[in-house]
């Protein structure tokens, strides 16, 4: 099992660019989530997904849009890329919404 | 409101020495909590759950409601515990489960 895989591991925009992190998992989890990682805020939620067609709002949504249209794979969206955006986002995925299984990291920079 | 609250955003202790890590959690309810670790440049891994009441890799942590508190110890430190750990509090919700994240505190074990 690959366990929870992100797309791109890298990735430098310019302000304004939009771009899609894709996230998948192999375990067949019911829940996803996405965070940014950034020094000094610990992880904070984006969005989430209680299961297949389905979303819901984090804490910091602003921004980002994202969409679970098959179980495996949650997708987070920018729109118009803003510097304040530059950040670690992290996929996470688990069974019955507790003990969570995070992916490796999408490091982004806006310029 | 719920919340999850690290007061170290640095500890730093000398190898063989013990290490506390606090967390101290808000909630009304019956929570459950959880220690996450990241190594550097690694994705978060689950390191403890309270209800398995386990030491893994020397480290234990107690659920005090009293104190609303859940500090990760360990009582001789090693260098490769140096990483970023994580408090997270899972909580019921609607028939989902609401998951908060503390802001972190960077653990460097000197040799």
């Known amino acids: 099992n690959a366990g929870v895989t992100q797309t791109p591991k890298f990735r430098v925009l310019k302000t304004g660019q939009s771009m899609t992190l894709l996230c998948a998992q192999d375990?067949?989890?019911?829940?996803m989530y996405w965070y940014r990682q950034d020094p000094g805020m610990g992880l904070r939620l984006i969005h989430y997904?209680?299961?297949?067609?389905?979303?819901a709002k984090g804490e910091v949504p602003d921004g980002y849009n994202v969409s679970r249209l098959k179980k495996q794979n949650f997708l987070l969206g920018l729109e118009s890329a803003a510097p304040s955006q530059t950040s670690v986002y992290f996929c996470?995925?688990?069974?019955?919404?507790?003990?969570?299984?995070f992916g490796p990291g999408t490091r982004l920079t806006v310029t | 409101a719920q919340r999850v609250t690290q007061p170290e955003k640095l500890l730093s202790v000398f190898k063989g020495a013990p290490v506390e890590l606090k967390c101290n959690y808000s909630?009304?309810?019956?929570?459950?909590l959880f220690w996450y670790v990241q190594y550097s440049r690694q994705r978060l891994q689950l390191l403890l759950r309270?209800?398995s009441r386990e030491s893994i890799k020397g480290f234990t942590a107690d659920l005090n409601k009293g104190e609303t508190s859940f500090h990760l110890k360990k009582p001789f430190a090693q260098e490769e515990d140096s990483a970023m750990y994580y408090c997270?509090?899972?909580?019921?919700?609607?028939?989902?489960?609401?998951?908060?994240f503390g802001t972190g505190t960077r653990l460097k074990v000197l040799a």
């Open positions: 909630y009304s309810g019956s929570p459950e």
């Open positions: 996470a995925s688990s069974p019955l919404g507790r003990i969570q299984y």
């Open positions: 997270a509090l899972s909580t019921p919700r609607g028939g989902t489960y609401k998951y908060i």
């Open positions: 309270h209800i």
């Open positions: 375990m067949n989890h019911e829940y």
């Open positions: 997904s209680v299961g297949e067609g389905t979303t």
